[in-house]
């Protein structure tokens, strides 16, 4: 859902930031320099992390332990990385006081009518893939109760 997220969201960037005389790509030294992309970022890289370090441990018990732990940690980096330090720093992005979802002078009436429904169609899809992982380990169990 992260990589899905900031892939959509560097084509949405190159539409509402775009440059005038060159509308199809938004100027890079500005986006590179966007504190809620890097967190992102940040965010995607220690996710992909945990993956790496999951898949090095062998031993079942002490992989979900050190999982856990791990987890819990990459969970409250969450936090400064993604909410704090990008309200703290100039943005390109709408919303630096309180919630840009929800202040209608931070988002453009055209822009909310592409908004909503997108973040009704993420949260559909999360929900599809969660039901998918879920059914998908009910059919494993199935498998393995009559094996």
Same mark, same amino acid.
């Given at each position: 859902m992260g990589l899905l997220g900031y892939g959509t #969201?560097? *084509?949405w960037a190159a539409y509402t930031w775009?440059?005038?005389? $060159?509308p199809a790509y938004a100027s890079f030294g500005? @986006? /590179? %320099?966007?504190?809620? =992309? *890097? #967190?992102?970022a940040m965010a995607i890289l220690v996710y992909f992390a945990?993956? @790496? !370090? %999951?898949? &090095?441990?062998?031993? +079942?018990?002490r992989r979900a332990r050190v &999982?856990?732990?791990y987890n819990i940690f990459a969970y409250a +980096? =969450?936090?400064? &990385? @993604?909410? *704090?330090?990008? %309200? !703290?720093l100039p943005s390109l992005h709408p919303g630096q006081e309180g919630n840009p979802? !929800? $202040?209608?002078?931070? *988002?453009? /009436? %055209?822009m909310r009518m592409v908004f909503y429904p997108a973040v009704i169609g993420w949260t559909l899809l999360g929900t599809w893939i969660a039901t998918l992982k879920i059914r998908l380990d009910i =059919?494993?169990?199935?498998?393995? &109760? $009559? /094996?």
């Open positions: #969201g560097a *084509i775009a440059d005038p005389n $060159n500005s @986006i /590179a %320099r966007e504190p809620k =992309l *890097i #967190g992102a945990y993956f @790496i !370090l %999951r898949d &090095s441990v062998t031993d +079942m018990d &999982s856990a732990v +980096m =969450l936090f400064p &990385s @993604i909410w *704090i330090v990008p %309200r !703290l979802a !929800l $202040n209608f002078n931070d *988002i453009d /009436a %055209r =059919l494993r169990e199935k498998k393995w &109760s $009559n /094996a």
